[in-house]
């Protein structure tokens, strides 16, 4: 859990701010905004915006991290100072009270402004441990997918969209807190002198309330609008038993494809909490698109996830439309002379109105009629329909799309052919620097001698100890011989250096004793390695 201390604000200055903005303008990029970065945006003085950085990593406004080079990450306490001034010199709060709620998503804290009046602050605090399959419950984005996020931006959404919705609910008249101000991640709303509904254990009228809060699911789905979460945590009865909405990020449209569960489950909801706390027992079971007629479409002036936009038409059916009348001849005159004295006077209306007119006039085929009344068919339809074609005079029989066609043909022919001569030119660069770079000819494996092999075989293919080989494998081995008893020398002693110099010394002396008591002969022959075959 993030812990808000506001006693701190106080003591920031005007540079602490300002290098707080500019490593959350580096984090937008940035997962660890790179220190230099920070420095530039802040714009202090040498080594000003350094001392700041200090100052607030001390304070654990900021983490340093040195892992791949040398930058700074927020959290949610410089976060938090951010908006807090924002409100603060927007003359909305001047001081922050103790905390009145906290949920899976947000602290809820209460807060004044300068006539004394009490008002809720709600911070958003998405990315809790124990919520962090917030990505997938809820679309922030209108159906975009997340690619990377922070949870700082994704707080900021949540509260811009609580806020939006809230506002307009209000406005049309929903029981609702009046929204005040938002800034980053934070919401200020107005006060409700009321508790919760899971709180309250005794009700005068319990069957009126149920009542009312089935007929705000019913109201809320008139305006196109599913709350998604309504339950007794998110209702709040005010001391005349008025209900109030609270918290909205998970709003739906009732044009969603899982619009008619969401509606259910707020029902069931209301249903199971009045059954089980207050013993209402009833049947009354509002159902979506049925005893909910819409009014006004605010799920498409929200955006709200799932709207869909009734008056835009089908892109078949548009498209088949614009066929028709590109087709038809001149029946799309009306559509021209139908239209408002604005469209009439542009002159770019106009050009594209004779444009139109020169495309549509086409000259009349054998097939048609020299009637005005009759139906005059184009070449494509034609075509369409399989219908032959009678040519013109002087023509040979050939249309342009034939030309055209033969054209594309030709043209992709001829294009073949020069990636085939450009891939063959490739190959015999690529060969020709192959044999420039190897001078020498690849020798294989199996004609390579042995390297460091005790055996070697002659021209004549007589097999032949190699002496050299042999020779320096006997001293390795006598040498880890008398290292090995070197160390049981030095253990058997006792022996305890202080240093690493009388550490070596000592163990060059042993070395010099075993070489004398064990390998030394008194020949002066030294090691015995005779290889005389």
Known sequence: MVKFDATLLRYLDEEDFRVLAAVELASRNHEIAPAMLVEKIAGLKAGGARKRLRWLLKHNFLMHDMKFYDGYRMNYMAYDYLAMRTFVKRGIICGVANKIGVGKESDVYSCTNDDEKEMVMKIHRLGRTSFRSIKKNRDYK???????????????????????????????????????????????????????????????HP??????CIDLVVKFAKYGLIHGDFNEFNIMLTDDDEVIVIDFPQMTSTNHPNAKMYFDRDVKCIHDFFRRRFKVMTEYKPELHVDTERQTCLDKRLQVTGYNKEN????????????????????????????????????????????????????????????????????????????PQKPREGDDGRHEDDEEEEEEEYDSEKEAERKKALKELKKKKKAMDAASTCSTRRVPKSSLKPRNSMISVSESGVSEINKEVVTNRVKGILKREE???????????????????????????????????????PGGGGVGCDFTM
Not at 207 to 212: C, G, N, S
Not at 330 to 346: G, I, L, W
Not at 348 to 365: C, I, L, Y
Request: aromatic share 6%; with cysteine; net charge negative.
């Open 312 to 387: 835009e038409k089908d892109p078949l059916a548009a498209l088949l439309d614009t066929k028709d009348g590109r087709d038809g001849g001149d029946a799309d005159e009306s559509d021209y002379s139908s239209s408002d004295d604005d469209s009439q006077a542009d002159p770019d209306f106009d050009d594209a109105k004779k444009a139109s007119k020169k495309k549509r006039h086409v000259d009349p085929t054998a097939g048609a009629t020299e009637d005005a009344d009759a139906p005059k068919l184009s070449k494509d339809l034609l075509m369409e329909l399989a219908i």
């Open 142 to 204: 209108n159906g975009r997918a997340l690619h990377g996020e922070s949870w700082f931006y994704l707080s900021r959404l949540a509260a811009t969209k609580e806020f939006a919705f809230m506002k307009a609910l209000y406005e049309e008249g929903f029981p609702t807190p009046e929204p005040i101000d938002q800034n980053r991640h934070m919401v200020i709303m107005s006060r409700v002198n009321g508790t919760t509904l899971t709180n309250v254990r005794e009700l005068e």
């Open 483 to 521: 290292m090995r008893e070197v160390y049981r020398v030095c253990k058997k002693n006792s022996q305890k250096p202080a240093d690493k110099r009388s550490t070596k010394n000592d163990i060059n002396n042993a070395r010099r004793d075993v070489r004398a008591m064990k390998y030394d002969k």
């Open 207 to 212: 069957h009126r309330v149920f009542k009312d």
